[in-house]
């Protein structure tokens, strides 16, 4: 069996996703049985300098869509970060979800060979586009999910590594 860069980037991105949807689903009703303020989650820090919640699925979301594009060899989408709840979120993932799955796994065809230009403050720098998946984007998705996981832990959702892991 060939590994292909649509099998390393678009399967593993989707089973993130749905471990968050999972998890954010959880959240949810955590908040709801307990009858807490939503707000207390959603804008939870691990620590001060650090994202909130809402700013890690958003980012999460953002890699996958990302690279995945990038890898495909197709524009990558800009979406507005103007999430304020639950389910303002869960339906962020359910549509990165759905782009990711959505693209043509013929179009990833010869990814190992392109270029990925990057764009940040204002700098662009160019990369292999499997290096910049497997040292960048997936280091990076995976760092924000497991970060909105960690705020949710620590704010006492009872959630496992199966929750994390989408197999849940």
């Known amino acids: 069996m060939t590994i292909t860069a649509h099998r390393v ?42 994202f909130p919640l809402i700013r890690q699925v958003q980012i999460a979301t953002d890699f996958a869509k990302g690279a995945s594009a990038r890898l495909a060899g197709v524009e990558v989408p800009a979406w507005d970060d103007t999430e304020t709840s639950f389910a303002d979120l869960s339906a ?4 990165a979800i759905a782009y990711v799955e959505g693209l043509d796994p013929a179009a990833f065809d010869g990814a190992e060979d392109r270029t990925v230009a990057l764009t940040r403050r204002g700098e662009t720098t160019e990369h292999n586009a499997l290096d ?37």
């Open 9 to 50: 980037s678009v399967p593993v991105f989707v089973q993130g996703l749905k471990g968050l949807s999972g998890v954010l689903a959880k959240a949810a009703a955590h908040v709801e049985e307990r009858k807490l303020d939503p707000e207390a989650l959603l804008k939870a820090r691990l620590y001060p300098d650090m």
């Open 92 to 95: 962020r993932v359910a549509r």
């Open 132 to 168: 910049y998946l497997t040292g960048q984007a997936l280091p990076n998705f995976y760092f924000h999910l497991a970060t909105a996981y960690a705020i949710l832990r620590e704010n006492g959702v009872v959630l496992g590594k199966r929750d994390f892991l989408g197999t849940a």
